[in-house]
């Protein structure tokens, strides 16, 4: 080869170093970002495993597929790790905690505990550590509906106090719950996420260093993590990594791979609403009522009766509109390199103003004033139609959400019972399918939110045994109470007994149990510090136990059990965007007035049942001690004021034909008038010529 | 904006009627003494008094005048105020206040205008009055006239138009989100317009009243 040729050589692959170096540099990866190329970049990739090491299916024990180090060649994984999907668990404590949403929910229906878990800050819901609830324990507890990272990528630290004992031993094992990309951005339809076979099966094993090999199809995993025997386990960690995939064995489909171990992953930029679904879903459930006619000698009456919740049918009932129009989840739900998703807020702090805050349902629709493009100041993003709200006062807008009156299902009188698929795990199919109806979370049910706007809300009523401190309530976990008071909660025994969905909890098991609770607390040192009481809360009220201290002086005949309601004690609720109803659904449509302003309207009088398992047993069976409040107690506005207001609308129409009537005789007076003085007028210039 | 202009509009109307009143006293002397501003109190309080020499129908007549000149203090009350004052929008109970006193309003206002259209016709003394304006003979013009009185009575009559259907037809589902801000703006400044119409009416009403006594 010539010199000159050598050197051109040379100064082209120095080119390209540079080059590609560049692309990665200011914390992206060299598949971060985009080069201008709207067409979707095919991924046939090398596929590494956890070590880091790449992937050979043909080995005889292979090691399961590592998202982060096989994605994480191309594209910045710490940066996709702080998008809203991974940063719950507050690694950073400077990320934000975003608008109020959906709670994980720790249940269960032995302690009757329902608790709103959340580490962002919401109110109404209980950090973690508030609950002394561990990351590997929440991994438990919520893994199945879960794209990984977050709280599955919190190594255990051994030597720390705070440790816990079980994910000291089992995590190593287990392995680390890595982000999941594929969870999103697979457009395989082989992406298994809830059979038997699938990766939520995995995670029921916590087999979390296996979810996305099995996830994706690439193989199948035999053997249980929460199975092996730690003590079976070498002490070394090097050879324990070697013997955890022996006792849990990846078998890789050969087909998947080509002849040089590359794997063909059908990745899009975004996701399809079915990827979506598996974890933002929700479910109508239809009151089945049974009506039994009563006679007595003075009438004869019928009455309805609740009998149970069912599911709607998913043939008979609509998606969200916008969906049904052709558009899906991410045409709106969008995110750059660092996985920040909008949620639908005027976002303008996330800087390129317009492009952003336009992806909400006033921007798309109306435009953004504020915005710097014009085009987003015209609004209209994706052909949306500009709404015209005739006869709708513009104060609607300013106490009103957008969703209020086109979100969630249609109001009635009682709120329909809803199940999500992250509360009530729904998509898992086969041998682990649950079926979970607690906690009744109600919906729609109309809030005033953070913004001071009303809008449609998810709520439910948070239940669970706990600790007061004065005015600060700690919940409990519910192995600890099932420790103290497993005979008064009759833990032991199967009952078959429900109260609408609940297992029946009697005022005297409450006492008994908070008199466990109670006996082993700590007392406090010193005589001004406020003594820490056992309590139970449900139904948006407290139960604890009078004056004393079991530990101490009393004796369990002079407690009696309190109930009261506590401004502290309120319903959990987190706003709900979708399914938009088409326009002609919306509340208000065509005049329509009295679809809230009437003296029995849903959005201001339908009633919020305070769902509890407290309950008595009669001579008819079980009686729920549940009580109901109107919506429009949770929307800051006087009931009395709403009442008479809307009762005003019964006027309302006589009120507008009798102005109208006014206003014609007056303009009727004024022209006859001017009538008049125009005739004075042309009789006083006929006048004047005829002198 | 609004609250700016309302106040120092009211303010100028207000304090142009106080000049025009010691600028024109009705009488040849005013009596500034503590008796004789009793007695005046007590005249002015006697104007809303129905007077025994009136037919029924002139009873009538005052008493639905009266009673539109109380729902427009109510309505002025309620729509000013909250906004003046408060810096807040109408709402609440003021609200309802204010919604129920303008039907009863319309329907007097309509009484009324049927009732003193004939009276406040335009007459040769009002053509004097601007053939005198227009030739410059223009002692004691401002002083002696009832044009003031009918010329705002017909631009309250006018007025009541627009600050009633602006706000009736935002109820029907006709106009939209921008329709409906500019019938609210509309609605306000041409309340606005009204209440100092109304001041000045008032006011040339209660002078008049003065003279004729």
């Known amino acids: 080869m010539e010199p000159r040729a050598n050197i ?60 982060k180090n096989t994605c994480g060649k191309c594209h910045n994984y710490a940066t996709i790790s702080g998008g809203w999907h991974f940063n719950s668990c507050r690694v950073k404590p400077e990320e934000k905690d975003g608008r109020i949403g959906e709670p994980w929910v720790l249940r269960d229906s032995g302690t009757r505990t329902m608790i709103p878990i959340s580490n962002r800050g919401w109110e109404g819901a209980f950090r973690p550590s508030q609950i002394n609830l561990s990351s590997w324990q929440w991994l438990k507890l919520f893994g199945t509906h879960y794209p990984g990272g977050n709280y599955g990528e919190i190594q255990v630290d051994p030597d720390s106090e705070t440790a816990d004992p079980e994910a000291i ?4 094992i287990s392995g680390l719950y890595e982000i999941n990309c594929l969870v999103c951005h697979s457009a395989d339809g082989r992406q298994d996420q809830g059979s038997p076979d699938g990766a939520a099966m995995q995670v029921a094993r916590q087999n979390y260093r296996w979810v996305a090999t099995v996830g994706a199809g690439l193989g199948t995993v035999k053997g249980t993590a929460s199975a092996v025997d730690e003590f079976s386990m070498p002490i070394e960690p090097d ?28 990745i899009v930029r975004q996701p399809s609403a079915q990827r979506c679904y598996f974890c933002h879903s929700t479910q109508t459930q239809i009151r089945k009522i049974e009506q039994v006619q009563i006679e007595s000698e003075s009438e004869k009456k019928i009455e309805e009766h609740e009998v149970e919740l069912t599911e709607e049918l998913d043939w008979v009932s609509d998606e969200d ?22 949620r639908g807020d005027i976002e303008h702090e996330e800087g390129s103003m317009g492009a952003i805050s336009t992806l909400s349902c006033r921007g798309c629709h109306l435009g953004d004033e504020t915005a710097d493009a014009e085009a987003a100041q015209k609004g209209g993003r994706l052909g949306a139609p500009h709404p015209k709200h005739p006869g709708i006062p513009t104060i609607h807008f300013e106490e ?52 001071h706007k009303i809008a449609p809300h998810k709520m439910f009523w948070p239940a669970f045994w706990g600790i007061r401190n004065e005015e600060e309530f700690t919940p409990m976990l519910p192995e600890d109470v099932a420790f103290l008071a497993e005979e008064p909660l009759q833990l032991t025994i199967q009952s078959e007994d429900r109260i609408n969905d ?21 007392q406090p040192e010193g005589e001004d510090v406020a003594v820490p009481l056992a309590v139970y809360v449900a139904g948006g009220k407290i139960y604890q136990l009078s004056e004393g201290n079991p530990a101490t002086e009393n004796t369990e005949a002079e407690f009696e059990l309190v109930a009261a309601e506590h401004e502290a004690i309120k319903p959990y609720s987190w706003p709900i965007a979708h399914n938009v109803r088409p326009a002609t659904q919306s509340l208000g449509v065509g005049g329509e007035c009295g679809d809230c302003h009437s003296t029995d309207s849903p959005f201001f009088f339908g009633q919020v049942a305070m769902d509890t398992p407290v309950a008595e047993q009669g001579e008819e069976g079980w009686a729920q001690q549940t009580e109901t409040r109107n919506m429009v107690s949770f929307q800051d506005i006087d009931e009395t004021y709403i009442g008479w207001f809307n009762w005003s609308f019964v006027f309302r129409p006589m009120m507008k034909e009798t102005v109208l009537l006014c206003c014609a005789v007056i303009a009727a007076v004024l022209l006859l008038y001017s009538l008049r003085a125009l005739r004075c007028l042309a009789k006083a210039v006929s006048d004047e010529c005829q002198s | 904006m609004f609250a700016i202009i309302s106040i120092w509009s009211i303010v100028i109307v207000l304090g142009l ?67 003046l004052i408060c810096g807040v929008p109408l709402s609440g109970y003021t609200l309802m206040i204010h919604a129920t006193f303008a039907p009863v309003f319309a329907v007097c206002a309509m009484i009324a205008i049927v009732g003193y259209a004939q009276q406040c016709r335009f007459t040769r ?7 005198r304006l227009t030739t410059c003979k223009w002692k004691g013009l401002l002083c002696n006239s009832a044009l003031g009185g009918k010329l705002t009575f017909w631009l309250g009559a006018i007025l009541i138009l627009p600050v009633a259907l602006s706000m009736i037809s935002s109820m029907y589902p006709i106009f939209g989100t921008h329709g409906q801000e500019i019938l609210f703006e509309l609605h306000r400044y041409c309340a606005l317009v009204l209440v100092l119409v109304a001041i000045c009416h008032v006011y040339l009403v209660m002078r008049a009243k003065f003279k004729v006594d």
């Open chain 1, 502 to 522: 609940w297992r029946p909890l009697t005022t005297e098991q409450i006492k008994q149990t908070l008199l466990a609770i109670q006996a082993d607390l700590p």
């Open chain 1, 8 to 67: 051109l050589i040379g100064l082209a692959v120095v080119v390209m170093l540079v080059g590609s170096a560049k692309a990665a540099t200011a914390g992206k990866g060299i598949g971060d970002g985009n080069d201008g190329n709207r067409s979707e970049p095919v991924h046939v990739i090398t596929l590494y495993d956890d070590l880091g090491n790449e992937l050979k299916p043909g080995e005889e024990f292979p090691r399961p597929v590592s998202m």
């Open chain 1, 321 to 342: 509109v916008h969906l049904a129009s052709g558009l899906t989840c991410t045409d709106c739900h969008r995110n750059g390199d660092d996985h920040m998703i909008t």
């Open chain 1, 169 to 172: 031993i089992r995590q190593p």
């Open chain 1, 239 to 266: 050879q324990a990594a070697l013997k955890i995939v022996e006792k849990i064995k990846t078998t890789y489909d050969s087909g998947k791979f080509d002849t040089e171990n590359k794997v063909f992953f059908d």
């Open chain 2, 17 to 83: 009627v106080v000049v025009h009143w010691f600028a024109c006293p009705v009488g040849d002397k005013r009596d500034l003494s503590f008796g004789g501003l009793v007695r005046f109190k007590v005249h002015v309080l006697t104007m809303f008094f129905l007077g025994q020499k009136l037919s029924l129908v002139g009873k009538l007549k005052k008493l639905v005048y009266m009673v539109t000149l109380l729902c427009f203090l109510i309505l002025f009350l309620t729509g000013f105020v909250p906004r």
């Open chain 1, 400 to 451: 009103l959400s957008c969703t209020a009156c086109h979100s969630g299902p249609m109001p009635t009188k009682e709120p329909t019972i809803m199940r999500t698929a992250r509360i009530h795990k729904l998509g898992l199919h086969g041998k682990h399918a649950i079926n979970l109806p607690l906690p009744h979370v109600m919906s729609p049910v109309f809030v005033r939110g953070q913004d």
């Open chain 2, 125 to 131: 003394e009002e053509l004097d009055w601007v053939v």
